[in-house]
């Protein structure tokens, strides 16, 4: 059974790219310390550098998140990893993620979003759903992205692990209402917090779908996602979250 299909009688805590109000973005240090923040998991982004490893970066860019330049499609792996992501912090695999919260008491979740959108066939579901099996973590691992084409390839290639299908509230209205989604098996809805309303969860849950929201950052959105119902809660600080909700 996969954990994310269990509902903990509250919303599951999701560090977004770790804990990343408290330490670098999608860094291991942002992973670890979203779960010693108490997180049941973490979201992360993934693709693929020059060499083929699927390397975990937000941006299609080192420049925002690192003291380099440059495409990441473009750099080798060895490229990336002398690059400094913040505080010393490298670029890190998603193999290095995977086995740094292997270890934890409880299974730590991973919302692994899909990143090829400038380039969607790249092979990265495949390289992805390799990674994973390889660690043998199909349980603790739920994919997303906001192509519905390519939440569709990772349907084909692991049936077995769930599905979420990333839009907000200022996509045309073809992606925000989802209009692809008889076309593609999904669990999950992933919108974001701007679309969160308690007729509009209930909506989704009526359709057999479970909803993460994201980026929830503020107390007063943090308790409407929970009164609203949603399954999960995907924001940069964990100890906020869980203060909000007073767990």
Known sequence: MNHWLNQAGRPLIIGHRGASAHAPENTLAAFMLAQAQGADGVELDVMRCATGEVVVIHDDTVNRTTDGEGRVRALSLAALRRLDAGNGERIPTLDEVITATAGAPRPFLLNIEVKNYATPFDGLERLVVEVVRRHGCEDRVLFSSFNPLAVRR????APDIPRGILYHHGMPVHLREVWMAPLVPHEFRHPDIGLITPAFVAKLKAQGK????????????IVRAATSGVHGIIGDSPLAIREALGI
């Open 154 to 157: 990772l349907a084909q290639l």
């Open 210 to 221: 479970r909803v993460n929201t994201w980026t929830v950052n503020e107390r007063a959105d």
